[in-house]
C-alpha cells in the first residue's frame, strides 16, 4: 500500500510564494511518475504539473508555466511544487498522485494516477 502525504500548504497573498511537498511511502517510488493536481470548489480536479520517474522530464498546466516548477528527491521519497507569483485563481485544493504505471510517460489525466493524497488547501488573497 502506498500512502502520500502532502503538506505545505496554507494563505498567502497574491504575489507570493508557497512549497508544497509530497512525502510517499513505499521503496519504489523512483520507479514512478509522480504529478500535482487541484480542485477548486464547484470545478473538477484539473492538471498542474508533473514529472518524469528520473526527474528529467517535467510538464506543466498552461495557466502555471514559468510560475510552478515541479521536482522530485527521489532519495527522500519526496515531490515537490514551488509555486511562485501565486494568483487568487489559484486557490484550490492541491493533490500528489502517483502515476498508475511504472516507467511510463507522465499523464494529464486523473485516470493516470492510481493513488492519491489528501490534499493540501492553498489560499491566496487578492
Known amino acids: 500500500q502506498v500512502q502520500l502525504v502532502e503538506s505545505g500548504g496554507g494563505l498567502v497573498q497574491a504575489g507570493g510564494s508557497l512549497r508544497l511537498s509530497c512525502a510517499a511511502s513505499g521503496r519504489t517510488f523512483s520507479n514512478y511518475p509522480m504529478g500535482w493536481f487541484r480542485q477548486a470548489p464547484g470545478k473538477e480536479r484539473e492538471f498542474v504539473a508533473a514529472?518524469?520517474?528520473?526527474?528529467?522530464?517535467?510538464y506543466y498546466a498552461d495557466s502555471v508555466k514559468g510560475r510552478f516548477t515541479i521536482s522530485r528527491d527521489n532519495a527522500k521519497n519526496t515531490v515537490y511544487l514551488q509555486m511562485n507569483s501565486l494568483k487568487p485563481e489559484d486557490t484550490a485544493v492541491y493533490y500528489c498522485?502517483?502515476?498508475?504505471?511504472?516507467?511510463?510517460?507522465?499523464?494529464?489525466?486523473?485516470?493516470?494516477?492510481?493513488?492519491w493524497g489528501q490534499g493540501t488547501q492553498v489560499t491566496v488573497s487578492s
Open positions: 498522485a502517483r502515476r498508475g504505471q511504472a516507467y511510463s510517460d507522465p499523464s494529464y489525466y486523473t485516470s493516470g494516477y492510481d493513488y
Open positions: 514529472i518524469s520517474w528520473s526527474g528529467v522530464h517535467t
